[in-house]
């Protein structure tokens, strides 16, 4: 049983068009999380949503709009793709209580070209 | 704002020989401080978390020692095994991050037969 999955796992597009990438887990919990993995291989949190309210905003272009339609769902839609967008999209989750054990899903390559 | 560093950010071993990866950072007022390992492919996995009040966690051939007024820990992986080929990432944790996780750029750990 996948705990967190994410999809699609590759995701190729040019500059200029809008995409999903969409993540689900299946461990009841209430917190979910987006990081983004740059060729730095810096791993850096973008948001963060409690039982589908937003709780961690960083400073991230609001091209970028996290939906979460339910508890188990966290999408994140990117307008206007950009050169720069390109990058590993992680999703996680966890209990609230427990906001730093996070699991993680497998990951999302996206290549802007 | 958190700085984390990791070094060496990559090293290559024989099987058998015991790793040692270090991670430095700026803010010592941290509440946990958390190792990941990540597999090419595949999401986070966490190894070991270290509460600030703790001095080190272990997990059968895993040691992580933390000293926090120095801003540095170390993960210690005994007696290794190509198994252990993967990115290793450090992760420490503000009191008032609630679930903002900040991550190094990793150490990438090969280890031959």
């Known amino acids: 049983d996948t705990a967190v999955s994410q999809t699609p796992k590759y995701l190729v597009t040019q500059m200029g068009n809008d995409k999903s990438i969409k993540c689900e887990q299946n461990l009841g919990h209430d917190t979910m999380y987006w990081y983004k993995q740059d060729s730095k291989k810096f791993l850096k949190i973008m948001f963060s949503y409690n039982n589908k309210e937003l709780i961690i905003n960083e400073t991230v272009p609001n091209r970028f709009s996290p939906k979460s339609p339910d508890k188990a769902h966290l999408n994140l839609h990117i307008n206007s793709l950009e050169l720069g967008d390109s990058a590993v999209y992680f999703c996680?989750?966890?209990?609230?209580?427990?906001?730093?054990?996070?699991?993680f899903g497998p990951g999302t390559r996206l290549t802007v070209t | 704002k958190q700085e984390v560093t990791q070094i060496p950010a990559a090293l290559s071993v024989p099987e058998g020989e015991n790793l040692v990866l270090n991670c430095s950072f700026t803010?010592?007022?941290?509440?946990?401080l958390q190792w990941f390992r990540q597999d090419p492919g595949k999401g986070l996995t966490s190894l070991l978390l270290?509460?600030?009040?703790?001095r080190e966690q272990t997990s059968g051939r895993l040691n992580a020692s933390l000293d926090k007024s120095s801003g540095r820990s170390t993960l210690y992986i005994a007696a290794s095994q190509p198994g252990d080929s993967a990115t290793y990432l450090c992760a420490p944790a503000g009191p008032d991050s609630w679930g903002k996780l900040q991550f190094g750029a990793g150490t990438q750990v090969v280890v031959t037969p």
């Open positions: 270290i509460q600030s009040s703790q």
């Open positions: 803010d010592s007022a941290i509440y946990n």
């Open positions: 996680a989750s966890s209990q609230p209580d427990r906001p730093y054990e996070q699991y």
